[in-house]
């Protein structure tokens, strides 16, 4: 193939609203490792110095007799996880109806997710954009669940998103 034949294909990042259907299944690929220094740096930047993530003797002591990560950051990095599939073309992220910690997580531990569509509804305020809400689901790697949440998210419509 010449120079001057050479194909552009951009990656997609995030979904139209009319790429949203109820009941399909995002699976959020890669997971995420989470590190001991992860955890102390995230627990002491949001001043959340609780001793059960950054003080491993007094961690020891506790029925986990081990340090947890802090939910704060477990949450973020989920959330993190579904952007790509989820709201990545979002105007804005609408908000939570409810964040679940059904399981702890550890330094070590890697964590997966998985988003369901619940709903969808065309905006009747703004008629090129829509409300999309999922239920995200992480695990670790054993399976166990270790969170659940429900958010929405305002997402445009074809050829209304930014940069259409």
Not at 41 to 60: E, I, K, R, Y
Not at 89 to 100: F, T
Not at 119 to 144: N, Y
Request: proline content about 6%; hydrophobic content about 40%; glycine content about 10%.
């Amino acid at each position: 193939m010449t120079e001057d034949k050479k194909r552009r294909i951009p990656t997609p990042f995030g979904r139209y609203f009319e790429e949203f259907v109820v009941g399909d299944i995002y699976e959020h690929r890669p997971g995420r490792t989470i590190t001991d220094t992860d955890n102390i740096q995230f627990s002491l930047m949001t001043m959340n110095f609780h001793p059960m993530h950054c003080d491993a003797a007094f961690a020891a002591k506790s029925e986990f007799g081990r340090p947890l990560v802090n939910s704060g950051l477990s949450l973020a990095i989920v959330l993190g996880m579904t952007v790509a599939d989820v709201s990545g073309k979002a105007i804005a992220n609408l908000g939570w109806k409810e964040i679940n910690l059904t399981g702890p997580v550890f330094p070590g531990d890697t964590l997966y997710a998985e988003s369901e569509v619940l709903e969808k509804r065309a905006s009747k305020s703004r008629p090129t954009q829509g409300i999309v809400t999922v239920e995200t689901r992480a695990f670790k790697q054993d399976g166990a669940p270790v969170m659940n949440f429900v958010r929405s998210a305002l997402i445009p419509m074809k050829g209304h998103g930014v940069g259409d």
